[in-house]
């Protein structure tokens, strides 16, 4: 099996910044796209940034947060700076892992999430 253990949420003011961890352990062959998920109460989940294509992001968030990876620690990263109130959430570590087999299919795993609360 596959695990994500995220890291790096918390209490921050507005205009602060928090960095987030996501590491990948398990049986794992290769991963494909690494992404961060977000859900605010009474919200749906939704996409902040995934490394796929490139690199892209929600627009609420562009300008602000970055997304990183080291391929080498099966580990991805997201840079949260100039947090605003409205960035509190549950944030969510995404990855697409071929783990069964090198000639198998890519499976979706979720991490357990992290609390970002960002106060005014």
């Known amino acids: 099996q596959v695990q994500l253990v995220e890291s790096g949420g918390g209490l921050v003011q507005a205009g602060g910044s928090l960095r987030l961890s996501c590491a990948a352990s398990?049986?794992?062959?290769?991963?494909?796209?690494m992404a961060w998920y977000r859900q605010a109460p009474g919200k749906q989940r939704e996409l902040v940034a995934t490394?796929?294509?490139?690199?892209r992001y929600a627009d609420s968030v562009k300008g602000r947060f970055t997304i990183s990876r080291d391929n080498a620690k099966n580990t991805v990263y997201l840079q949260m700076n100039t947090l605003k109130p409205e960035d509190t959430a549950v944030y969510y570590c995404?990855?697409?892992?071929?783990?069964?087999?090198?000639?198998?299919?890519?499976?979706?795993?979720w991490g357990q999430g992290t609390q970002v609360t960002v106060s005014s």
């Open positions: 490394m796929a294509n490139g690199g």
């Open positions: 995404n990855a697409l892992v071929k783990w069964r087999g090198p000639n198998t299919a890519y499976e979706a795993f």
């Open positions: 398990g049986s794992i062959f290769s991963i494909n796209a």
